[in-house]
């Protein structure tokens, strides 16, 4: 099993729309979290951390849940430059070595 | 402008052939990594580096080796490349261990 799992996608969705992600992780000493954001094979960008109690930038919003092991990016009202590829990042307690999950891909459609 | 450079962006090589790839980053960051990314597979660290002089491997260090003997500068180092090294590398750097990393633009390696 992966470390950190998500669903690769696309996501095709319309302007306008909410959309969600989640991202799995099986080790229950992870400790950081992290959502980036890629476009078309670029370097990825920090999109926002992920706090336990769960945190809110815009238009963007990201969970943590503990007990089952995920965190969630929700995306509300998208814009087509939504359009990326979204990376969740875990680091392992007492740990410095991040482990990225392989991606889902979003596609707002005009 | 606060950046992470990499160089060679685009390199084919062959077989065997030493290469370095260059990464250096003018934010005065501790934390410095690479990366390679191979379709299917994500982001997978190589190594990284807590600070001067000091290393450490990520998940996929075979075949690779890295120096930090300047804070700003962290080389990779493909003593013998082999096609299974093709891919696209990224260097990283954050000011704190388990803050937001910032990439270089990365490079497209091929070895043929």
């Known amino acids: 099993r992966k470390e950190v799992e998500q669903d690769p996608g696309p996501f095709n969705v319309p302007e306008g729309a909410t959309v969600a992600f989640n991202c799995t992780y099986s080790?229950?000493?992870?400790?950081?979290f992290f959502w980036y954001r890629q476009d078309c094979r670029k370097e990825p960008k920090l999109l926002m951390s992920?706090?336990?109690s769960g945190n809110e930038d815009g238009r963007f919003t990201a969970q943590l849940n503990r007990a089952s092991q995920y965190i969630s990016l929700l995306i509300r009202d998208s814009k087509l430059s939504d359009s990326a590829t979204y990376l969740c990042?875990?680091?392992?307690?007492?740990?410095?070595?991040?482990?990225f999950g392989t991606g889902t891909r979003l596609k707002v459609l005009a | 402008e606060a950046q992470v450079t990499q160089n060679p962006r685009y390199l084919i090589t062959v077989t065997g052939k030493k290469l370095t790839v260059t990464c250096s980053q003018n934010?005065?960051?501790?934390?410095m990594s690479w990366y390679r990314q191979d379709p299917g597979l994500g982001l997978r660290q190589i190594y990284y580096?807590?600070?001067?002089?000091?290393?450490d491997k990520g998940d996929v260090p075979e075949g690779y080796k890295v120096s930090r003997k300047e804070k700003r500068n962290f080389p990779l180092i493909l003593e013998s490349p082999s096609p299974n090294q093709t891919s696209l590398y990224f260097c990283?750097?954050?000011?704190?261990?388990?803050?937001?990393?910032?990439f270089g633009p990365g490079t497209r390696l091929t070895v043929t």
């Open positions: 990283a750097s954050s000011g704190e261990v388990r803050g937001e990393q910032y």
């Open positions: 080790n229950s000493a992870s400790q950081s």
């Open positions: 992920v706090y336990s």
């Open positions: 990042v875990v680091i392992l307690s007492g740990t410095y070595k991040y482990i």
């Open positions: 934010m005065n960051h501790e934390y």
């Open positions: 580096s807590m600070n001067v002089e000091v290393t």
